[in-house]
């Protein structure tokens, strides 16, 4: 945690709030009139907090995410982020963290971690030096020079994590990133990420499909009902923090895994 | 050159791969030499007509003759140009156009049936028309190469439109990328390996259309040359004419070949 000087810890303040989603709905242009998609969302996230979204599969989890990274115009409803709209994607303010790992084959570890800045014309040094301390955050120093191909998934996204925080955005916004990883390799990523999550303070939102994911990551677990995605419940995962791997086995830990399984099970 | 590199034919090494790496160029090594061997013997002692072929020896050395003489010193002039010419015209032009029409559904839905029909129709018997417009000289050579040489980098193009993925996109404008910086960072470096394969390609076509052209009707080029050797039956020449096109057309591939190897290394 010696490498993150440069980044903006951000102490959470409970009174301020990163992203404020109200009445967001959404409805898409299907061959036979309009499919919908989200409907009535409202969320309210306080600035360095961990939120974690679960819900059945294409419930809309991941429009709702493209929509709070400006990638996606919802039909109705405002997204603020940091009390503005966010029309277009705006990585000062927001990182986005894709599913599969989504490197760039072409670029090294390395060069990878510097596209967001190099798409801003930053000197070559300044972008080197931000990049190594992002690779170093991540546990990747002297993984710079290899291909993605030549990294194992889990340090595949490892770098993609890199990558999102590069610009230190306040905001980091993870769309199921440890789904296409095996058990093992999950739980430590999960594990890993919150120690980068501590060490950054970012305000993370986070898409999952797993339960266990759901309730070690999460200060709060949103559950989504299915198509149209509507929020069914908010739970407070109030287990302390720094979280072991023991927790798992507590009693706490499963009535919340459970009480987010009856959730998810109960929604038609 | 294709003699000491292993991935010729496709050939995949495993088992202990110096052992049998070195056994696979030996035998390629000695199936040349026995090809040439035969050459040379078969027809200086007569078991076949050294009328029909002559020995390896006689051609060479009629090669050598020939690349002494300013009439073949023209036609390689005129064939070189030709060549070259052509492939200026449609690379740009056929890759210009395959992009653009892969870029849009509309245009794609239109276009891809009818391309894939006049794509197998064989170009050459368009040679009259071409004849007809642009006489025998210089410009029907061009313009019947280039056309059919547009057409094979026409249909790589939109191959190479739909390599690009949609995952590196999205992650390019979750960064703040402009349209141009997705073309140039996005697009082009994921449709490389296409395109370097397509630029290979579409040189044998370039040069077999230029042959063609010059071998139906025509005053002068290499083609035209091969084409006289052959109807006055100086074999001599005919097959030097035909190991100087060889070697030409190998090393022109194995040149961008080697550019493709290198982008192997992160070809997915």
Known sequence: MQHVANLNRREPQPEETAIEVSGLSHV??????????????????????????????????????????????????TITCYGKPI????????????????LFPWLTSMENVEFPLSLRGDPKP????????????????????????????????????????VQDPPVLLMDEPFAALDEQTRMTMGHELLRIWNATRKTVVFITHSLTEAVYLADEVLVMSARPGRIVDRIPITLPRPRTYEMMATDVFGKLRDRIWQQIRQVP | ????????????????????????????????????????????????????????????????????????????????????VAFVIAVPVGATIGVIIAESPYLTAVFKPI??????VPKSIFLPLFILVFGIGFPQKVAYAAFTTGFVVLMSAMAAVESVKADHILVARSYGATRGQILTRIYIPSMMPILLET?????????????????????????HLIAGWG????????????????????????IIRYFEARCSTWRT
Not at chain 1, 135 to 161: A, C, D, N, W
Not at chain 2, 115 to 120: I, K, Q, R, S
Request: glycine share 12%; with cysteine; charged share 15%.
């Open chain 1, 28 to 77: 898409y242009d299907g061959p036979d009139g309009g499919v919908p998609a989200l409907q009535d969302i409202n969320i309210s996230v306080g600035a360095g907090r961990f939120v974690v979204i679960v819900g059945p599969s294409g419930c809309g989890k991941t429009s709702l995410l493209m929509m709070l990274a400006g990638l996606r115009q919802q039909s109705a409803g």
């Open chain 2, 231 to 254: 109807e006055n039956f100086q074999m001599q020449q005919l097959f030097a004419g035909v190991i100087l096109l060889a070697t030409t057309a190998i090393l022109f591939n194995e």
């Open chain 2, 1 to 84: 050159m294709w003699l000491w590199t292993p991935a010729f034919a496709g050939v995949t090494v495993r088992k202990s791969p110096a052992m049998t790496r070195t056994q696979i160029i030996l035998t390629r090594f000695a199936l040349l030499a026995l090809v040439l061997g035969l050459w040379q013997v078969l027809p200086s002692s007569n078991v076949i007509n050294p009328l029909l072929l002559p020995p390896l020896g006689d051609v060479l050395s009629m090669l050598g003759t020939l690349l002494g003489q300013p009439r073949v010193h023209e036609a390689i002039a005129t064939t070189a140009l030709e060549v070259l």
């Open chain 1, 87 to 102: 029309p277009d994607p705006d990585p000062k303010r927001v990182g986005v963290i894709f599913q599969e790992a989504s």
């Open chain 2, 115 to 120: 391309l894939f029909y006049v794509f197998a």
């Open chain 1, 126 to 165: 300044e972008m080197r030096r931000r990049a190594e301390e992002m690779l170093t955050l991540v546990g990747l120093q002297g993984f710079g020079g290899r291909y993605p191909h030549e990294l194992s998934g889990g340090m595949k996204q490892r770098v993609s994590i890199a990558r999102g925080l």
């Open chain 2, 199 to 223: 630029i290979r390609i579409a040189m044998i076509f370039n040069f077999t259309g230029v042959m063609i052209a010059e071998m139906y009707a025509s005053r002068t080029g290499i083609g």
